[in-house]
């Protein structure tokens, strides 16, 4: 059976079963198609279909761009991987657990491995203390919202665990800051500019493309209320705040804040597969592309880049994708993967939180790229 009657059996069996909305799925292999197809809706309501232009609200597909972005900017000598965070941001003095203000780097705020983590206590503490992460609404500015975890003990010291986090927002202001201007005219200026990625900002271009966001429930999954948070029984936990990339005041986040089209960001992937297209050098890519936190652990069989995890062993990960492939995703409903080995590039976006990210759809989907 071939890859484009393999990919398209999974698409239309979650189509069919609505445990996926609407999809756009590309891949591609030495920078040509092998397959790209839109299918569902974007606004399952109105019965608005899916195309190839629409928007979707990216997540954390967000961090391997603004990833890039501060690579480019090192790349270009503005600033180092050895920085002081606190050097660039100091308003920003988060303390171990001993009480000493942490020295975080630009590279631990890239590995994650800078003693910040993910957790929705810290957005549900009371208002005048909360911290958003990314995905809830806010009024306040990078300083405004990330100095209130000067309070707030790190998880670990930097440096000596592996925890994914809101670390790329605390790196999107330090970009912004080195800049001089807003995170989005940064990642416009060095990445999405000089690739023509005409619709990756932190606000949406076209608000009537924009796909509806949907969370996953049973029958089917349910158009998200602004804000959401999934029922107990979902087993996981997260707030969402659909509203928020339409909020000019909110700080503009560097893990999850902005949207784009399916196609922008098959632009950017390949431009990373084929060693920076210009705008990051070969070096780097090859940097961001190999383990980049040691023997600290990860998920079995992966390390981390800079852009995303890395696949060192293929049986410990349980994937077909080969040693060196990188890989991520986005809780509003997307995955993707840069398979160099192959010259694999394959993206699937989706308006399904969180199916679309880490459920079944996308572990399907690399099995029908595969073919096993």
């Known amino acids: 059976m071939s890859v484009e009657r393999r990919l398209d059996r999974v698409i ?28 569902g809706f974007a606004d399952r309501e109105a019965g608005m279909p899916v195309k190839f232009d629409t928007i979707f609200r990216l997540a954390s597909v967000t961090k391997p761009i603004v990833a890039a972005t501060a690579l480019a900017m090192i790349d270009r000598g503005l600033m180092a991987l050895s920085d002081r965070v606190a050097d660039h941001l100091p308003w920003f003095r988060p303390k171990t657990k001993d009480g000493k203000v942490a020295d975080i780097t630009i590279h631990q705020l890239l590995t994650h491995t800078s003693g910040l983590v993910y957790d929705l206590a810290l957005e549900l503490l009371p ?55 807003s995170l989005e005219e940064a990642v416009v200026t060095y990445i999405a500019g000089p690739l023509g990625m005409a619709d990756s900002r932190f606000h949406v271009t076209d608000v009537a493309r924009l796909a509806v966001p949907y969370a996953d429930s049973h029958p089917v999954p349910v158009r998200m209320t602004d804000p959401y948070f999934a029922a107990e029984d979902t087993g996981w936990t997260m707030g969402f705040s659909p509203s928020r990339i339409f909020n000019p005041k909110a700080f503009q986040s560097g893990g999850a804040g902005m949207a784009g089209t399916a196609d922008d960001i098959l632009i950017f992937l390949e431009a990373l597969r084929v060693g920076g297209k210009g705008v990051l050098t070969p070096e780097t890519i090859q940097a961001g592309f190999s383990n980049r936190i040691g023997e600290l652990v990860t998920d079995p069989g992966c390390k981390f880049g800079y852009f995303g995890a890395v696949v060192e062993d293929s049986h410990a990960a349980m994937t077909p994708q080969s040693p060196g492939t990188i890989r991520w995703g986005g809780v509003y409903g997307h995955n993707w993967f840069i398979d160099p080995a192959r010259g694999l590039t394959v993206l699937n976006m989706t308006n399904n939180a969180v199916e679309g990210c880490m459920g079944e759809f996308p572990n399907r989907i690399v099995e029908a790229v595969y073919g096993v």
Do not use: K
């Open 12 to 39: 239309d069996r979650f189509l069919d079963s609505g445990r996926v909305t609407g999809a756009v799925v590309l891949a591609y292999q030495h920078g040509e198609p092998i397959f790209r197809r839109a299918a």
């Open 127 to 181: 208002a005048d203390r909360a911290i958003t992460c990314g995905l809830l609404n806010t009024d306040l500015d990078y300083a405004g919202n990330f100095s209130r975890h000067n309070a707030v003990q790190l998880a670990f010291a930097p440096g000596t665990q592996w925890a994914y986090s809101f670390a790329t927002d605390i790196l999107g202001a330090v970009i912004a800051n080195v800049q001089g201007a």
